[in-house]
């Protein structure tokens, strides 16, 4: 079916052609630090923190939220359709091992050898709908480990 448009119409859509549709799927993955040591302390922490986004960035991964403990680590973020959870995944984790073992050898001692992470992990799949509440929920949780409700010594002080 071909349709006669006027040259300047013609003109105007072939410029401000887009997708028909736009879609990003997005996961939340969790994976833990081999044996489930809590060896990642806050100097760790911020260094991987900055892995994982500078990873993200270059992947063209969007990242939504990342928090992470002692022992393991959340992120949220959204691929596009023809991006693979495994690919992104493999790129995050294995990064984030070879840098920050690079950077810091005492996770080697700590951890007796060279893997950091444990090689399984969870996936979860999250609605555009429940994005938001899941990242709030992230938020709190890990408040909660590092931020607790009473302080140290509350009871003695009673």
Not at 24 to 42: F, I, S
Not at 85 to 109: H, I, N
Request: neutral net charge; hydrophobic residues 40%.
């Amino acid at each position: 079916m071909e349709l006669d448009l006027a040259p300047q119409v013609q003109k105007a859509l072939e410029n401000r052609w887009e997708p028909v549709y736009r879609s990003q799927l997005h996961y939340l993955v969790t994976w833990n630090t081999r044996g489930r040591r809590p060896v990642l302390k806050e100097r760790h922490l911020d260094a991987l923190r900055q892995l994982l986004r500078q990873t993200c960035e270059e992947r063209g991964i969007e990242l939504v939220e990342m928090v992470a403990g002692p022992d393991h680590v959340h992120v949220l973020f959204g691929l596009r359709p023809t991006q693979s959870v495994a690919s992104a995944v493999r790129e995050l984790k294995g990064r984030s091992t070879l840098e920050l073992m690079a950077q810091y050898p005492e996770l080697r001692v700590w951890l007796r050898g060279n893997l950091l992470w444990d090689e399984r992990y969870a996936v979860e799949t999250v609605s555009p709908l429940r994005l938001e509440k899941t990242r709030e929920r992230l938020q709190n949780t890990h408040r909660a480990l590092f931020d607790p409700l009473y302080p140290e010594g509350w009871a003695e002080a009673s």
